[in-house]
T-cell receptor, first 112, second 115 residues
Framework: KQEVTQIPAALSVPEGENLVLNCSFT??????LQWFRQDPGKGLTSLLL?????REQTSGRLNASLDKSSGRSTLYIAASQPGDSATYLC???????????FGKGTKLTVNP | SAVISQKPSRDICQRGTSLTIQCQVD?????MFWYRQQPGQSLTLIAT?????????ESGFVIDKFPISRPNLTFSTLTVSNMSPEDSSIYLC????????????FGPGTRLTVT
């Protein structure tokens, strides 16, 4: 059974800092891995999707990496801004199914 | 990417009643999903809804409690039946874009409070 873990559960940083959010998964037989952003009381916004055959994906100040063999993914946020404050969720898409297994998220606060 | 809307956005309901949540997508999609997010927790898949067939429920979720309809390729409903305070959650629908590496997109969610 796939389990996804995100560390840390919460992170507070000053504006402008570069930061890394971590995601680990127990079953490497994934189809892809997706990173989402969730604002309080809101739905999920897809940030990046990495296929199992890829090592990384970039979008603006965001860079996500994937190491299937070690069961890890990271989300790097450059030059953080207060508007980046949200909960960041990673989800593993199980191979052979359409199911996403989510981690519990990292709550990020960027202080002005 | 698909644009998804949900109705209602939030509701407060009494114990023992039922609520039907609607999910509308701006394009035809094969796969639609319903998730639950309990307070302080991450998302858990309730069921997968395909047009023209019965929904497939995950372990711990049953059709009598969470009946789902999927009448066409752009619409689905989830009913939360005989509600109890433990059903207080955010309910989200999502769709999978088969042409974009199976990326999933989510609606804004329905925040349900059961008193």
């Amino acid at each position: 059974k796939q389990e996804v873990t995100q560390i840390p559960a919460a992170l507070s940083v000053p504006e402008g800092e570069n930061l890394v959010l971590n995601c680990s998964f127990t079953d490497s037989a994934i189809y892809n891995l997706q990173w989402f952003r969730q604002d309080p009381g809101k739905g999920l916004t897809s940030l990046l999707l990495i296929q199992s055959s890829q090592r990384e994906q970039t979008s603006g100040r965001l860079n996500a990496s994937l190491d299937k063999s070690s069961g890890r993914s990271t989300l790097y946020i450059a030059a953080s801004q207060p508007g980046d404050s949200a909960t960041y969720l990673c989800a593993a898409h199980q191979g052979g199914s359409e199911k996403l297994v989510f981690g519990k998220g990292t709550k990020l606060t960027v202080n002005p | 990417s698909a644009v998804i809307s949900q109705k209602p956005s939030r509701d407060i309901c009494q114990r023992g009643t039922s609520l039907t949540i609607q999910c509308q997508v701006d394009s035809q999609v094969t796969m639609m999903f319903w998730y639950r997010q309990q307070p302080g927790q991450s998302l858990t898949l309730i069921a997968t809804a395909n047009q023209g067939s019965e929904a497939t429920y995950e372990s711990g979720f049953v059709i009598d409690k969470f009946p789902i309809s999927r009448p066409n390729l752009t619409f689905s409903t989830l009913t939360v039946s005989n509600m109890s305070p433990e059903d207080s959650s955010i309910y989200l629908c999502s769709v999978e874009d088969g042409f974009q590496d199976h990326e999933q997109y989510f609606g804004p969610g329905t925040r349900l409070t059961v008193t």
